[in-house]
T-cell receptor, first 117, second 112 residues
């Protein structure tokens, strides 16, 4: 069964350093999402891509976070510089459709657990 | 705005007990409803979904019915197993705003 791949699974960094996370969605999925999940809470959307275009990045802290999906396939989320409050699980998800259907099911990767010291 | 409210956890049960995890929602439109499960150290997996009123989603012995009149989507299972121990998230996706909204999650602990 096809899965969303993410790497690394765990990342420990010191504050003010740069970190990057990678996501490879299920083949053929046009829509890709990045979420942040703080311990004890549900995921919160950071950015949504439709192919290579950003559809929604209203919740992305753009002073330190950036995301790209250059060829409309895999994606990278970067934080520079990292802050203590960025410690969280970063989840990537993909869906098959246009991203405008409420029935469009999202499939999640295993996540990257970030710890900022 | 849209919101999802789940019962506080943890829910602690003995194996073979009946499970109910309550979920209610607020939405401006006519949302699709989902239950996701997250096992320790892993990402979220879709457990079941329902897209219109009175639909029943089911999977792996879990089921939930879309109740428009009570704006609820409670998760049930007749006989839980130790392997069901995980965090369960209720979510909605509104037709007017397709970005999903998640609840805070309910931790389930099943003892042998």
């Amino acid at each position: 069964e096809a899965e969303v791949a993410q790497s690394p699974r765990y990342k420990i960094t010191e504050k003010s350093q740069a970190v990057a996370f990678w996501c490879d969605p299920i083949s053929g999925h046009a829509t890709l999402y990045w979420y942040r999940q703080i311990l004890g809470q549900g995921p919160e959307l950071l950015v949504q891509f439709q192919d290579e275009s950003v559809v929604d990045d209203s919740q992305l802290p753009k002073d330190r976070f950036s995301a790209e999906r250059l060829k409309g396939v895999d994606s990278t989320l970067k934080i520079q510089p990292a802050e203590l409050g960025d410690s969280a699980m970063y989840l990537c998800a993909s869906s098959i459709g246009t991203g405008t259907e409420s029935t469009d099911t999202q499939y999640f990767g295993p996540g990257t657990r970030l710890t900022v010291l | 705005g849209d919101s999802v409210t789940q019962m506080e956890g943890p829910v602690t049960l003995s194996e073979e007990a009946f499970l109910t995890i309550n979920c209610t929602y607020t939405a401006t439109g006519y949302p699709s409803l989902f239950w996701y499960v997250q096992y320790p150290g892993e990402g979220l997996q879709l457990l079941l979904k329902a897209t219109k009123a009175d639909d029943k989603g089911s999977n792996k012995g879990f089921e939930a019915t879309y109740r428009k009149e009570t704006t609820s989507f409670h998760l049930e299972k007749g006989s839980v197993q130790v392997s069901d121990s995980a965090v369960y998230f209720c979510a909605l996706s509104d037709r007017g705003s397709y970005i999903p909204t998640f609840g805070r999650g309910t931790s389930l602990i099943v003892h042998p």
